[in-house]
Nanobody
Framework: QVQLVESGGGLVQAGGSLRLSCAAS????????MGWFRQAPGKEREFVAA????????YYADAVKGRFTISRDNAKNTVYLQMNSLKPEDTAVYYC??????????????????WGKGTLVTVSS
């Protein structure tokens, strides 16, 4: 089992920045690929970014490419999402997720094994 707790959400003006953190506990953090997903009101949960267990590969949704950066610190059992140039359409609840090492596809919600409870990001225009 892996427990995930997100933090860092809040209200920010368009063009601003936020950094989300996800602290993991439980089974060995480095065994898991980590990802961020988001869900806006009335919409389905969607992929934002993911990083493999070794941090050798990162993946981004087209909507955030060039603005968001995912990183992980295995020594601290933490994954981060740096969000720059935020837009009102980035407003959503952001969820941290973990996928077992053997997972191939980690860019869909169905590919993840564990989820945090989410943190709300609101971007005002």
């Amino acid at each position: 089992q892996v427990q995930l707790v997100e933090s860092g959400g809040g209200l920010v003006q368009a063009g601003g920045s936020l950094r989300l953190s996800c602290a993991a506990s439980g089974r060995t953090f480095s065994m898991y690929a980590m990802g961020w997903f988001r869900q806006a009101p009335g919409k389905e949960r969607e992929f934002v970014a993911a990083v493999r267990w070794s941090a050798s590969s990162t993946y981004y949704a087209d909507a955030v490419k060039g603005r968001f950066t995912i990183s992980r610190d295995n020594a601290k059992n933490t994954v981060y999402l740096q969000m720059n140039s935020l837009k009102p359409e980035d407003t959503a609840v952001y969820y941290c997720a973990a996928a077992a090492k053997f997972r191939v596809v980690i860019t869909t919600p169905g590919g993840m094994d564990y989820w945090g409870k989410g943190t709300l990001v609101t971007v005002s225009s």
